[in-house]
């Protein structure tokens, strides 16, 4: 059975909808991802040196690097489906 005119503009722009939602997410997610990785690596490194007057950044060992990356990719993904929600 042919679609009318009305039923493939809703269609296609539901679909142009449910993409840009997803692109949303994607690139929110990402930005936050690898700028907080940053952020991140500045705090393990006060945590490590907290009892130092001066701060030195220290790069983390690959398990804590392991941890830092994997906790952050959850926060990003949180992240960017509240920004997809709430634009």
Do not use: C
Not at 35 to 63: A, C, D
């Amino acid at each position: 059975m042919p679609m009318n005119l009305k039923e493939i503009l809703v269609n296609s722009r539901m679909f142009f909808i449910q993409q840009n939602g997803f692109k949303v997410v994607m690139i929110s997610a990402i930005i936050y991802l690898f700028v907080n990785l940053f952020e991140n690596i500045i705090y393990y490194s006060i945590g490590r040196h907290s009892n130092q007057k001066k701060l030195q950044i220290e790069i983390p060992t690959s398990k804590d690097w392991i941890k830092i990356i994997l906790i952050t990719i959850f926060f990003a993904f949180i992240q960017g489906i509240l920004t997809w929600e709430f634009e």
